[in-house]
């Protein structure tokens, strides 16, 4: 399943998420996953794992253009020649010339007019064409309205914490408005921690609601919250290293919810997030220095 970006450029729906996945398990996991089927992979900088996202995409043997290659810039290295040097550091550890879609990490709202460089020096790889298309992450409705206001280009993703129980309505109605597609993480509520953030956290997964819906189906609760992403329009990447659960969550395009069954799931937001506030700003997190190729 495709989704077409804002620039033409298509994006598969689904891709594997490597957030939290160590460097040691990283390689194995991304090959599982494209021998399942998958043909999308998003990673960042800050994940520490860009290189072994490499090495498996190569170990695949799949063509380069067969696979779409999603990272992210981190916020150390905002501005306009900082960030244009951070696509050489990601071009280097992933061994690749081009990449499919390079996106802010965050928003970074105390430093912003460091972000509006940023945005600006991905325009510029953008327009020499080094990447095929350009995003944020975790941006909010006011974040996106002061990009927009200060640059050219339309990001063509908005990656942001979205599952059942924190579905971010605001946000994926102005990415609607402007035209910019909404990408899911966390979308199985699975990210299980973070410092200081959502202890008090219930998890997704134990859902009744979710649970009744897979019975009637016979899937996971996993599959069923991401049958609703795609059924939506969203594209989500679902995280594990698990090669069993890599193959379950790529398993989700053989049965249909019914619209009652998406209201059902839609009605289990409580507008609680259970990662970090984009609008709370972090400097010793954002100061981590990203390595060099």
Not at 176 to 202: C, D, M
């Amino acid at each position: 399943m495709e989704l077409k970006l804002n620039n033409g450029v298509t994006m598969p729906a689904l891709g594997l998420g490597v957030f939290q996945s160590p460097p040691e398990e990283t390689t194995a996991a991304v090959q599982t996953a494209l021998e399942v089927g998958y043909r999308h992979i998003d990673t960042a900088a800050a994940y520490g794992n860009e290189r072994e996202v490499g090495e498996g995409i190569r170990r695949s043997g799949l063509d380069r253009g067969d696979v779409f290659i999603e990272t992210k810039v981190w916020v150390s290295d905002y501005g306009y020649d900082e960030s244009l040097h951070a696509w050489d550091k990601a071009v280097g550890k992933l061994g690749v010339e081009q990449l499919d879609l390079l996106i802010l990490h965050q928003p970074a709202p105390d430093r912003f007019e460091k972000t509006v460089a940023a945005y600006k020096a991905l325009e510029t790889l953008l327009a020499d064409g080094r990447v095929r298309a350009i995003g944020v992450s975790n941006f909010m409705p006011q974040h996106l309205k002061q990009l927009l206001e200060a640059t050219d280009v339309v990001p063509a993703v908005n990656q942001i914490e979205l599952h059942p129980y924190f579905a971010q309505r605001n946000v994926q109605a102005a990415d609607a408005e402007h035209g910019v597609l909404t990408q899911a993480w966390s979308p199985i509520g699975g990210i299980t921690f973070y410092p200081g953030w959502g202890e008090n956290r219930k998890n997704v997964m134990r859902d009744p609601a979710i649970a009744a819906v897979a019975k009637a189906h016979g899937k996971t609760p996993a599959q069923v919250m991401l049958r609703w992403h795609l059924q939506q329009g969203r594209s989500a990447i679902p995280k594990s290293t698990n090669p069993a659960r890599i193959a379950e969550n790529f398993d989700v395009f053989g049965f249909e919810l019914s619209a009652a069954e998406l209201a059902a799931i839609d009605a289990l937001d409580t507008g609680v997030r259970s990662g970090p506030d984009p609008d709370v700003a972090r400097p010793e997190r954002f100061a981590m220095v990203i390595p060099e190729a």
